[in-house]
């Protein structure tokens, strides 16, 4: 499965503090830039240039 | 595994041959709530529990039971509206009582089931874990250091450490599978729009699904079978089962080897399926319910964003700055998605893989104050309950490590065909016939 990359977890103070800057427009884009990243959102493909379902072995 | 002390069917066989009753059921029940209360899985404990069990005596001792369940206790989770209690949704805010059941609240009342309380949850149902700190995080009875797995943690826990025979949960992205699995349950999400979720509180436009967690599939079943108001094939077998290989890709080596093992048992060598579609599902259902939750609760936040958790707040406003372009990108590879899970149901009967990539990840004693936000042990986690919660197609979770061992709970998932809730069921079947339940070490039940 593509995950998105590691990164540190967000909580206690730094939560909070998160949470109140995403809450002003061009800080939460801001942020959402790195989360956007880390989730592999840009990478996305269309389907159409992925490879069909494949059989890799039988039994 | 009908003789499983608190299970539905074994409660429906008691009555039946008059050896117990619902309202010692619910009695007991009530005591194992009490002795458990510090684990936060029971939010609201529903008054009308004692009435209902009481009628329901009387029609067990005139030979007339309404069906399998009635006068079975069962709890559901608190984004199910049940009248004259808050549908919280897991915040602080949402008080208001509502004046009507759910659909499938209804569907449980008329087949008799005495819904006695209603479940912790995670916040709005926005995350795989289970952390609540509103209320608390329901204690997950294998350790109690480990998250219980979510959204739908109180019904979870509730059902694991003998609360409840069985319970109701909703499932947006894994929360039924996601906390059945991690606390040694099977939890199963049946084909989109098999059981109606009119008056459940939605998380997304159309991922958003209900089921059952319970100690059993046939306990399973019998849930599903009064909420979606159909009568399950008992005599299916599952001939073409396969290996979704991708949804092994980044797991647990325990996770993997227990899966492998428990289908190799179950089905025999399987042949493996690759699911390039798939495979990106963790992306695609960021982007689907960051943009949905965002839009659908968009006056919750304006209102309310100072009472939500810091991990709730922060997932609707960036879901909110999401882009068409990533929304249009996300729904063609969501079509994708479906075209390639139902192109491998034409082809086998059974698709098998991890029902979570990891063991329950450890709760961090500051999570459990504030919550937590961390996308890369979520998407670990529930990358694999993900994908059907995209295509519609049924899914379930059955427990899959051998009896007797002290293991962590490892599940294995199994979809079908759109529309195919039996056969997911049957297979199901086929593992637990192998594996089956194991009680946990934290116990409040009889």
Not at chain 2, 7 to 20: E, I, M, N, S, Y
Not at chain 2, 45 to 58: F, G, L, N
Not at chain 2, 84 to 103: I, S
Not at chain 2, 183 to 203: E, I, S
Request: with cysteine; aromatic share 4%.
């Amino acid at each position: 499965m593509h995950l998105p990359v590691p990164a540190p977890p967000i909580r206690g103070p730094l939560l909070w503090l998160v949470s109140r800057l995403t809450s002003v427009g061009f800080l939460r884009d801001l942020v959402l830039l790195k989360v956007r990243a880390d989730a592999g959102i840009p990478k996305m493909p269309f389907p159409d240039a992925l490879p069909a379902a494949r059989v890799e072995g039988k039994p | 595994m009908s003789g499983w002390p608190l299970g539905v069917a074994a409660l429906a066989q008691a009555f039946r041959a008059g050896k117990d009753d619902p309202v010692r059921a619910l009695a007991r029940a009530r005591a194992a709530a009490e002795k458990g209360k510090g684990d936060h899985a029971i939010l609201w404990k529903v008054e009308e529990a004692e009435r209902e069990a009481e009628a329901s005596r009387a029609r067990h001792a005139d030979g007339a039971p309404l069906s399998p369940l009635d006068g079975v206790p069962l709890v559901v989770k608190d984004c199910i509206d049940v009248a004259g209690y808050p549908t919280t949704n897991g915040t602080r805010f949402l008080m208001a009582k509502v004046a009507k059941d759910a659909a499938l609240v209804a569907r449980l009342r008329a087949a008799g089931a005495v819904i006695f309380a209603k479940t912790n949850m995670h916040e709005f149902g926005c995350q795989p874990t289970g952390v609540n700190p509103h209320y608390g995080t329901p204690v997950n009875p294998w350790d109690p250091d480990r998250i219980p797995g979510g959204s739908s943690a109180g019904s979870a826990v509730s059902v694991a450490s003998g609360i409840a025979p069985a319970a109701i949960g909703t499932d947006a992205g894994g929360s039924v599978r996601m906390p059945a699995t991690l606390c040694g349950l099977v939890g199963f999400k049946p084909t989109f729009g098999a059981v109606p979720t009119d008056g459940c509180a939605a998380l997304t436009r159309d991922l958003d699904h209900a089921g059952p967690l319970a100690w059993t599939v046939e306990d399973a079943t019998l849930l599903f079978e009064a909420m979606a108001e159909v009568k399950v094939d008992r005599g299916l077998r599952p001939a073409r089962v396969a290996l979704l290989t991708d949804f092994l890709e980044g797991a647990d080596p325990a996770v993997v080897e227990t899966v492998r093992a428990a289908a190799r048992d179950a089905f025999g060598a399987l042949p493996e399926e690759r699911t390039p579609c798939c495979a990106w599902a963790a992306a695609v259902e960021f982007v689907v319910v960051g943009s949905d939750a965002s839009a659908l609760m968009a006056d919750l936040l304006r209102d309310h964003a100072g009472e939500m958790g810091g991990d709730a707040r922060t997932i609707l406003q960036l879901g909110g700055g999401l882009k068409a372009a990533d929304r249009a990108k996300a729904d063609a590879l969501r079509a994708g998605m479906r075209r390639e899970l139902d192109a491998l149901c034409e082809r086998y009967d059974l698709l098998i893989g991890p029902a979570a990539g990891t063991l329950a990840p450890p709760l961090h004693p500051t999570a459990r104050r504030t919550g937590e936000l961390d996308t890369h042990t979520m998407a670990r986690l529930a990358a694999v309950t993900f994908p059907t919660n995209l295509t519609g197609h049924p899914s379930i979770s059955v427990p899959c490590v051998p009896a007797g061992s002290a293991a962590q709970p490892v599940g294995l998932q199994l979809i079908a065909a759109r529309g195919a809730d039996a056969m997911a069921l049957a297979g199901a079947r086929a593992v637990e016939a192998l594996r089956g339940p194991r009680r946990p070490p934290r116990w409040w039940g009889p």
